[in-house]
């Protein structure tokens, strides 16, 4: 009888150590998948100078994948040149079978 309950917690614990890797293997996917959204993003933004339209698709973009970007140009104080931007993505880092939830914030200057 001994030998079943030490069999049966066995699997048990070897399953729970499978579901728990599982989950943080996806979670660390989807902080990957968002990181490179944010670098696709800020390389695009770079290259077309900063253009409204290229900001404002980005960020239906973002919002499609459940993200939110947010694009803030940032001017020099003498004239009204652009100088650069920042961005910053926020995403949901999810870890279900533990029910951990955080929002993480992604930061990056677009020059």
Not at 41 to 64: L, Q
Not at 101 to 111: F, P, V, W
Request: with cysteine; hydrophobic share 50%.
């Amino acid at each position: 009888m001994d030998i079943i309950l030490r069999t049966f917690s066995g699997f048990f614990f070897f399953l729970l150590l499978l579901f728990l890797g599982a989950n943080l293997i996806f979670a660390s996917i989807d902080a990957r998948n968002a990181q490179s959204c944010l670098a696709d993003a800020v390389s695009e933004i770079a290259a077309s100078n900063c253009a409204g339209s290229v900001i404002d698709a980005w960020e239906e973009s973002a919002a499609a994948h459940g993200y939110t970007l947010v694009v803030s140009d940032i001017t020099h104080a003498d004239t009204s040149e652009k100088r650069y931007a920042t961005a910053a993505l926020t995403y949901t880092y999810r870890i279900p079978l533990l029910a951990f939830s955080d929002e993480h914030i992604l930061r990056a200057q677009i020059r």
